[in-house]
């Protein structure tokens, strides 16, 4: 399986600034992807990341809130920008590894 | 696009007893049809999975079953046991949606011992 880290596990921010989400993986993966998961509810796909392109955004999401980086196999990073009190939530890194999906940890965002 | 439909979106049931989480797809050429559950503050964790050239799949006490011309599939647990007790997701992978899987809404299991 693949090894997922995040940083930061948690965050407690203030509204219109900006959090960095970072996300590593133990093994080089041509698939990642940023999910988001809102308390109680199920996983929604933010965007994948591809290397070396701009990242593929899921409707109702835009690359100006949700700029995303993947400067190699290994390494992506999500900003959540001008954060409001409705971005609270989990942010999810997910990649494919020999055909299979894992996640990692979560960073969990609470905007006041 | 792929929606995927999950029932119960909660279910409890006495330990040793069995528990069927059902779902619908839309997609199908959905191919790949994954299981993950999630403990509470955890990340999902995938625990059986099944792709669209078997019927059934079996590990131990969990068990998966694929009914391709009726686009549905069902987890089933045996003997449940009170550490069963999370939120499980379904999820399927259509070979157009670009590797990406779709959700279902999540089923919460509740064994109580």
């Known amino acids: 399986s693949a090894v997922i880290s995040q940083k930061p596990s948690r965050d407690i921010c203030q509204r219109g600034t900006s959090l960095t989400i970072q996300c590593q993986v133990d093994?080089?993966?041509?698939?990642m992807f940023w999910y988001r998961q809102q308390p109680g509810q199920s996983l929604t796909l933010i965007a994948t990341?591809?290397?070396?392109?701009?990242?593929?955004?899921e409707s109702g999401f835009v690359i100006d809130k949700f700029p995303i980086s993947r400067p190699n196999l290994t390494f992506s990073t999500l900003t959540v920008s001008n954060m409001s009190p409705e971005d609270s939530s989990i942010y999810l890194c997910?990649?494919?590894?020999?055909?299979?999906?894992?996640f990692g940890p979560g960073t969990r965002l609470l905007v006041l | 696009g792929e929606n995927v439909e999950q029932h119960p979106s909660t279910l409890s049931v006495q330990e040793g007893d069995s528990a069927v989480i059902k779902c619908t797809y839309s997609?199908?050429?959905?191919?790949?049809f994954p299981w993950y559950k999630q403990e509470l503050g955890k990340r999902p964790q995938l625990i059986i999975d099944?792709?669209?050239?078997?019927g059934e799949k079996k590990d131990q006490r969990i068990a998966v079953t694929l009914n391709k011309t009726a686009k549905h599939f069902s987890l089933h647990i045996t003997e449940t046991q009170p550490e069963d007790s999370a939120v499980y997701f379904c999820?399927?992978?259509?070979?157009?949606?670009?590797?990406?899987?779709?959700f279902g809404g999540g089923t919460r299991l509740m064994v109580k011992p």
């Open positions: 990341a591809n290397q070396g392109s701009e990242a593929t955004y």
């Open positions: 999820a399927a992978r259509g070979r157009n949606a670009g590797n990406m899987l779709t």
């Open positions: 997910s990649v494919e590894f020999l055909e299979t999906q894992y």
């Open positions: 997609d199908s050429a959905s191919n790949y």
């Open positions: 099944i792709r669209s050239n078997v």
């Open positions: 093994s080089q993966v041509t698939m």
